[in-house]
Structures are given as C-alpha cells and as structure tokens.
C-alpha cells in the first residue's frame, strides 16, 4: 500500500528491528483504558532541548526552564528525561540527582506529542499506545522536517519503560487529547480533524479510532483550540479535565481579543455536553495571561533554518495557564503574567484541593510553542503498586509535601 508523505507512517516502524513486535489487538478489546491525569503516578517522562531553529540562544533558556520543571515534577513522582548524546552530559549537570537521564534521540522536545500514550487494565497491567505522528501537519502546516527520530520516540519509551505496544492507525498527539478516566475524551476539531492529520477518516472513524485505544466512550468536540496555536489548536492548551464533570477553561473577558470568541465557542459546547456517564459538566474559568507577544530579541535569538516554522518578533504567543502538569502530589503550573499568576494558581488549587500548586518560570517553554503540559508524559502506576507508592519517599496521591 502506498505511503502518503507527511500523513502516515510507514510499516517499518510497526515491526523496529530489535524491539518486541507490538500487539495486534487494541486497548479497548483487551480491557485498558487511559487513565485520567490525576491518578496515581509511577512516574513522568520529559526530552530535552536543543535545536537552534526552535530555542533562542542555543536552547540554554529553554534548558533552564525544563530543569526547573523536572525538578518540581520530582519533587512528587520520578522523572525519566530524554537527552541525545551530544547533550548528555550537560543535561545530567542541571538535573537533580534524583532525575534519570537517558540517551535517546529525538527531533525536539515535546515528549506529551511524540510520546506513548499509557493504558492501564484492571488487573496490574500496564501498556502504551504508540500514536502516528508528523510533526502537527507533515508537509501541510507541519513545524519541522525532518521528524523520524520523534516517530521512534514512543516505541523506545515503551521499550525502556518494559511495557507492551499498541500502534495505533491514527496521526494523533498526546496534546490534543484528554479524559476524564472514565469514558470521556475532550478534543477540538481544529486539530484531529484537520486534513493534514487523517484526510481519509471521517469524524465517525476517528471517533471509534478514540475509543478503540483509550478505551472510551464518548467524545466531546470543542470548535477551535487556542488563538495561534501551532500545533492547530491542542485541547491541552485551551480546556482540560480537574476531575469527572469539571473542565478548567482558559478564558478572555475582551470581546475584542480573538480568543474571547474562541473560548465562548467552547464553554458553548461544553455547557450543552455530557460527559460517558450522563453527567452536565461544570466550567470552571481559567483567565488567560497576556496577551503576550515574541519580542525582538527573543525573535533574533533563534536560527532561522528552511522547513522549520519560523519565529518572528511581534508573533503573538498562544499562553495558557491550563497548561500545567498533575503530579501525585503537586500540579506544576507555568509563570507567564504577574498581573495574572497569583489568580491562576489559586482557581487550580480550589480544582486540585488535594495537591500543591507550585508555579516555575516557563516563557522560554512558550517561546517554543507550548508549555508544561506540551513537554511532560506521565506514565500511570498499575493499580497493583499503589500500596509501594504510598509507602515511598515520593509523595502519592492525595498527599502534601
């Protein structure tokens, strides 16, 4: 069957030489689901930065941000971050000692996008969804070529982490996808219906693609992500689930600022939705920080390379305090705005009374089109080892430091 460039992968990576052959079933044929996000954690995955051509000043902002948020992420649960050879030893000097660090190569850093979804059964069991991926576009839209390093990135996680692999027939990123844990996934149709993802399936197809491999029921369709958001609108910037029927929105109180539309569209849609198990569902408002904007010298600061999205002075940047990653006993969230920062970590507490809000400096991660969410993958802890996590050094769920 012939290979559309940029669309789909093709069969070599299904069968990695070397590597365990993937299941040929699907998770929800054989009893697992994706977990929601505030479930128990065994740990979280994060790849480090460096390509000049999408992080300022050689990536070592950017390197300092991702430092500070592994070392806020393992302050709760392990971390595993992802480094090339060529940045080893510089990454393992700016990490904690606590945070493995792991030769792997990959295209950049988004390990949510390029890497394994994690499912779990009922019964210990723990595998990975191993989704297509073409850098959020491919040769229509796409943000860089080439990316066949981050299209191997999933199945060497899994292999590393020792778990089974599902690969899935769909062109999808973790980013653009969230559940609530029990049946219900929240998407926009800007992203996985866009044509330079899947153009041979239909909204029906991908639908039960969904629930073939998250084991869900039921989705939620949201119209437009964030406003300039490069990765065509991913639900985890605009909305997200705090627990079954509640959903953080980011919000705009200006009618004149084009996300106000954008964001009202969605509480729309998500006032007149239920969720898989027939329940309304309660927004809460997040308000947005900014509107921020790339200045002149953040813009310079970046090597300006053909095939990859460049970046201009004046870019308005798609900032969003939804954002954040859920630890076992913390949820991470991204500085971005004083005027705004205080009143985000305290609507995130009151949607996570059980955690920790602790906020890290995170423009240089937004500089290069995302923010804490986009670079974190948590893997979930099979129910078999929630007794050996609570009895840890790191904190599990529900606990406080």
């Given at each position: 069957?012939?290979?559309?460039?940029?669309?789909?992968?093709?069969?070599?990576?299904?069968?990695?030489?070397?590597?365990?052959?993937?299941?040929?079933?699907?998770?929800?044929?054989?009893?697992?689901?994706?977990?929601?996000?505030?479930?128990?954690?065994?740990?979280?995955?994060?790849?480090?930065?460096?390509?000049?051509?999408?992080?300022?000043?050689?990536?070592?902002?950017?390197?300092?941000?991702?430092?500070?948020?592994?070392?806020a992420?393992?302050a709760?649960?392990?971390?595993?971050?992802a480094?090339?050879?060529?940045?080893?030893?510089?990454?393992?000097?700016?990490?904690?000692?606590?945070?493995?660090?792991?030769?792997?190569?990959?295209?950049?850093?988004?390990?949510?996008?390029?890497?394994?979804?994690?499912?779990?059964?009922?019964?210990?069991?723990?595998?990975?969804?191993?989704w297509?991926?073409n850098?959020?576009?491919?040769?229509?839209?796409?943000?860089?070529?080439?990316?066949?390093?981050?299209?191997?990135?999933?199945?060497?996680?899994?292999?590393?982490?020792?778990?089974?692999?599902?690969?899935?027939?769909l062109?999808?990123e973790?980013?653009?996808?969230?559940?609530?844990?029990?049946?219900?996934?929240?998407?926009?149709?800007?992203?996985?219906?866009?044509?330079?993802?899947?153009?041979?399936?239909?909204?029906?197809?991908?639908?039960?693609?969904?629930?073939?491999?998250?084991?869900?029921?039921?989705?939620?369709?949201?119209?437009?992500?964030?406003?300039?958001?490069?990765?065509?609108?991913?639900?985890?910037?605009?909305?997200?689930?705090?627990?079954?029927?509640?959903?953080?929105?980011?919000?705009?109180?200006?009618?004149?600022?084009?996300?106000?539309?954008?964001?009202?569209?969605?509480?729309?849609?998500?006032?007149?939705?239920?969720?898989?198990?027939?329940?309304?569902?309660?927004?809460?408002?997040?308000?947005?920080?900014g509107?921020?904007?790339?200045?002149?010298?953040?813009?310079?600061?970046?090597?300006?390379?053909g095939?990859?999205?460049?970046?201009?002075?004046?870019?308005?940047?798609?900032?969003?305090?939804?954002?954040?990653?859920?630890?076992?006993?913390?949820?991470?969230?991204?500085?971005?705005?004083?005027?705004?920062?205080?009143?985000?970590?305290?609507?995130i507490?009151?949607?996570?009374p059980?955690?920790?809000v602790?906020?890290?400096?995170?423009?240089?991660?937004?500089?290069?089109?995302?923010?804490?969410?986009?670079?974190?993958?948590?893997v979930?802890?099979?129910?078999?080892?929630?007794?050996?996590?609570?009895?840890?050094?790191?904190?599990?769920?529900?606990?406080?430091?």
């Amino acid at each position: 069957m012939p290979i559309r460039i940029g669309t789909t992968r093709s069969d070599r990576w299904a069968t990695i030489p070397g590597m365990r052959s993937p299941l040929d079933t699907t998770p929800a044929a054989d009893g697992f689901r994706m977990p929601a996000e505030w479930e128990p954690h065994a740990g979280c995955w994060m790849a480090w930065p460096e390509r000049p051509d999408n992080w300022r000043l050689g990536a070592e902002p950017a390197q300092e941000a991702y430092a500070a948020v592994a070392s806020a992420i393992a302050a709760s649960e392990p971390v595993t971050m992802a480094v090339s050879d060529g940045q080893f030893e510089r990454a393992r000097a700016a990490l904690p000692d606590s945070v493995r660090v792991v030769e792997l190569s990959t295209d950049d850093a988004w390990l949510r996008d390029t890497g394994p979804t994690f499912v779990l059964d009922g019964a210990g069991g723990r595998r990975g969804v191993d989704w297509r991926f073409n850098a959020w576009g491919g040769l229509e839209g796409g943000l860089y070529f080439p990316w066949d390093r981050d299209e191997r990135v999933a199945a060497k996680v899994l292999e590393v982490e020792g778990d089974p692999r599902y690969v899935a027939p769909l062109v999808l990123e973790g980013g653009s996808i969230h559940v609530d844990g029990e049946g219900t996934v929240l998407t926009t149709e800007q992203c996985l219906l866009n044509p330079n993802r899947n153009p041979e399936l239909d909204r029906a197809a991908i639908e039960a693609a969904l629930h073939a491999h998250l084991g869900t029921e039921k989705v939620v369709w949201l119209g437009d992500g964030v406003f300039e958001d490069e990765t065509d609108g991913h639900v985890d910037n605009l909305a997200c689930f705090a627990r079954p029927g509640m959903v953080l929105l980011t919000w705009v109180e200006d009618p004149d600022d084009p996300q106000h539309a954008v964001s009202r569209d969605a509480l729309e849609r998500l006032e007149a939705a239920t969720d898989a198990r027939g329940r309304s569902l309660e927004v809460i408002k997040l308000p947005a920080p900014g509107p921020l904007a790339a200045t002149a010298e953040e813009a310079a600061g970046v090597k300006a390379v053909g095939g990859t999205r460049p970046r201009r002075a004046g870019d308005r940047l798609a900032a969003s305090y939804v954002n954040f990653y859920v630890a076992n006993s913390h949820v991470v969230y991204p500085l971005l705005d004083p005027a705004r920062d205080e009143e985000a970590a305290a609507i995130i507490a009151a949607a996570f009374p059980d955690r920790e809000v602790v906020g890290v400096p995170a423009r240089e991660i937004l500089l290069g089109g995302g923010n804490i969410h986009c670079i974190t993958q948590q893997v979930p802890a099979p129910a078999a080892t929630w007794g050996r996590l609570a009895a840890s050094s790191v904190a599990p769920l529900g606990s406080r430091t």
